[in-house]
Nanobody, 129 residues
């Protein structure tokens, strides 16, 4: 079982940037890693997913395409989410999660424990208007 820790959240103004970091207790090259967020009063939303298979391109929810970029550093057991041009509607608690050898695109459609096996505690992102 891999342990995950999300960090890097904070309070920023519209148009600014943040980089979230997900650190893991084990190597991540056998896992799909996703970022899932929960805005106040709303259900979980799958934001992005990067597959353990490097043939596949990362997946993004439509609302963040062109603004967010997911990447990984296998040597550091780390996955990043670079968030540019932040908007107030991006305000949420952001969780990193892991799934062992499953289609990554499905993870964005199932942003719950029905798909994702391992979860970090989450980090708060607040974007002021």
């Amino acid at each position: 079982e891999v342990q995950l820790q999300a960090s890097g959240g904070g309070l920023v103004q519209s148009g600014e940037s943040l980089r979230l970091t997900c650190t893991a207790s084990d190597r991540l090259d056998d896992y799909n890693i996703g970022w899932i967020r929960q805005a106040p009063g709303k259900e979980n939303e799958g934001v992005s997913c990067i597959s353990a298979t490097f043939h596949n391109q990362p997946e993004y929810v439509d609302s963040v395409k062109g603004r967010f970029t997911i990447s990984r550093d296998i040597a550091k057991n780390t996955v990043y989410l670079q968030m540019n041009s932040l908007k107030p509607e991006d305000t949420a608690v952001y969780y990193c999660a892991a799934d062992y050898t499953a289609p990554c695109d499905e993870g964005l459609k199932i942003p719950s424990s029905d798909y994702w096996d391992y979860w970090g505690q989450g980090t708060q992102v607040t974007v002021s208007s």
